[in-house]
């Protein structure tokens, strides 16, 4: 766990979220701030940085993945959804722990901004 981070806070309950799925290797919560009718952020439980940070052979991908598409059903997005990673300033990631937007229930325009 990394002291700083908020997301290891929230994955360690110091920091309250409306949690939607919990793993072993993955938390699932909603968005603070959502920018959609479901906004759900999916997030490792080891805090690892950003998206070229997790070796692509680790087992936590297919963790992750699997939790993102367990929310994409439990959410009820089979109308369709955005999966969204944002990584570094540039590409505007404010949060610096790996993290999966599951963005859905309106109709997305593109291209994102
Ligand atoms: P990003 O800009 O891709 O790093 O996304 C960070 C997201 O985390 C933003 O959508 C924030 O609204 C969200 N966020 C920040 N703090 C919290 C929190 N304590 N609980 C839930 N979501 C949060
Ligand atoms: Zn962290």
Redesign the pocket.
């Known amino acids: 766990m990394d002291e700083q981070c ?2 290891c ?2 994955v360690a309950g110091e ?4 949690r939607v799925l919990e793993t072993d290797q993955v938390l699932a ?7 959609a009718p479901v ?1 759900v ?1 999916v997030v490792p439980r080891e805090h690892v940085t950003g998206f070229g940070e997790l070796p692509a052979s680790s087992p936590t991908w297919p963790a992750l993945l699997a939790a993102v598409q367990e929310v994409v059903r439990g959410e009820g997005l089979d109308n369709g959804y955005r999966l ?4 570094g300033a540039r ?7 790996l ?1 999966v ?1 599951v963005l859905g229930g309106r109709a997305m325009q593109w291209p994102p901004g």
Do not use: E, M, S
């Open positions: 908020i997301f806070q929230v920091i309250p979220a409306t919560f909603r968005d603070i701030n959502p920018q906004h952020l969204v990673i944002n990584n590409g505007g990631q404010t949060v610096p722990h993290h937007h």
